[in-house]
C-alpha cells in the first residue's frame, strides 16, 4: 500500500548513458514533483507536473526529461549522463484542496543514482 | 525567488532536553511553512505545518511558531527522544505563482541517550 513509489532504489551507470527512473503514486494527488538531493543534502526541485502538464521546470538542463502518462505517474528520463548528475532523486505527489494551493506533499524513498 | 536560510546545520541535543531550529525567508509572498523529518535512506515526511493566518501550532512534542513582519518560522521538539534522530527540513511556498516549496540546508539532529 507504498503512497509514492519510485524505482528502481538505486541506479549505478557509466557516463554517456541514457537512463529512466520511474514514479508512480496511489493517493489520488493531482501534482507530483521531482526533486534532487544532492551530497549536501540540499533539496531542490526540478520539475512539477499538475493533470499532466508542466508547471515548473526550474532550470534543468534538457538531458532531463520528465513525462507524465497519466496523474498516477510522473518519469524522469536523463541522456548523456554527466558524473555531476550524482545524486539521490525523489518523486512527491500534493493535491490542492479547496483550491488552495501547498498541501502536504508525499515523497518516495528515494532513486541514488550514481554516475562513473 | 524565495530564498530559505536554516540553522543551524547541526544539533546535538542530550535526551529529554529541547531542540530548537531556526528558519527565515525572503518572499513576503510565502504563506505556507512545512516542516520535513528524513531518517536515513528515506525520503522526507511532513511532520507538521503552518499557514500564515496562524502565528503558532502544536501536535504533542512538536511546536512551530512564524513571525511573519520578521519572516522567519521556527520548530522546537521538547522531551526528545533517540527516534527524534534525523535531518529536518523547513520549507517555505505560497499558494500564488507556481507554488512551489523551497527548502532549507536541513538540520542533523542528533539526540545522545
Known amino acids: 500500500d507504498t503512497a509514492v513509489s519510485q524505482t528502481p532504489k538505486y541506479l549505478v551507470t557509466q557516463m554517456g548513458n541514457d537512463k529512466s527512473i520511474k514514479c508512480e503514486q496511489n493517493?489520488?494527488?493531482?501534482?507530483m514533483y521531482w526533486y534532487k538531493q544532492d551530497s549536501k543534502k540540499f533539496l531542490k526541485i526540478m520539475f512539477s507536473?499538475?493533470?499532466?502538464?508542466?508547471?515548473i521546470n526550474e532550470t534543468v538542463p534538457n538531458r532531463f526529461s520528465p513525462k507524465s502518462p497519466d496523474k498516477a505517474h510522473l518519469n524522469l528520463h536523463i541522456n548523456s549522463l554527466e558524473l555531476g548528475d550524482s545524486a539521490v532523486y525523489f518523486c512527491?505527489?500534493?493535491?490542492?484542496?479547496?483550491?488552495?494551493?501547498?498541501?502536504?506533499?508525499?515523497f518516495g524513498q528515494g532513486t541514488r543514482l550514481t554516475v562513473v | 525567488g524565495e530564498n530559505v536560510e536554516q540553522h543551524p546545520s547541526t544539533l546535538s541535543v542530550q535526551e529529554g532536553d529541547s531542540a530548537v531550529i531556526k528558519c527565515t525567508y525572503s518572499?513576503?509572498?510565502?504563506?505556507?511553512f512545512p516542516w520535513y523529518k528524513q531518517e536515513l535512506g528515506k525520503g522526507p515526511q511532513l511532520i507538521i505545518d503552518?499557514?500564515?493566518?496562524?502565528g503558532e501550532k502544536k501536535d504533542q512534542r512538536i511546536a512551530v511558531t512564524l513571525n511573519k513582519t520578521a519572516k522567519h518560522f521556527s520548530l522546537h521538539i521538547t522531551e526528545t527522544q533517540p527516534e527524534d534522530s534525523a535531518v529536518y527540513f523547513c520549507?517555505?511556498?505560497?499558494?500564488?505563482?507556481?507554488?512551489?516549496?523551497?527548502f532549507g540546508t536541513g538540520t542533523r539532529l542528533t539526540i545522545i541517550p
Open positions: 512527491a505527489s500534493s493535491t490542492r484542496t479547496g483550491g488552495v494551493g501547498n498541501t502536504e506533499a508525499f
Open positions: 493517493l489520488g494527488h493531482d501534482t
Open positions: 507536473y499538475n493533470n499532466k502538464e508542466l508547471i
Open positions: 518572499d513576503s509572498a510565502s504563506n505556507y
Open positions: 503552518i499557514r500564515s493566518n496562524v
Open positions: 520549507a517555505a511556498g505560497s499558494n500564488f505563482g507556481n507554488e512551489k516549496l523551497t
